[in-house]
């Protein structure tokens, strides 16, 4: 291989900032942060969400929409319309 094309293939430590969540992996990320996990320092990138805090992996999920979707088209267009598909 050419030397210097490639980018720097190091250890590197992901923290969700949303939960307690940090695991060290492999990368080529570029970041300028740092911090220690387990006694070791380790180049640092921080993620807004990972496998800990994701709604499909911890089976929580969020609801943004209190109102249905049905409800909230009968309501605009009123019944009529819901009706027309139906024979």
Do not use: C, N
């Amino acid at each position: 291989m050419k030397k210097g094309i490639h980018p720097e293939y190091r250890e590197v430590l992901f923290q969700d900032v949303s939960s307690d969540f940090e695991i060290v992996t492999r990368s080529t990320i570029a970041t300028d942060l740092t911090a220690t996990y387990q006694g070791k320092e380790y180049p640092l990138v921080k993620l807004d969400i990972s496998s800990a805090s994701h709604p499909f992996f911890t089976g929580k999920t969020k609801i943004l929409d209190t109102e249905g979707r049905i409800d909230k088209f009968r309501k605009k267009f009123g019944t009529s319309y819901a009706s027309l598909g139906k024979k």
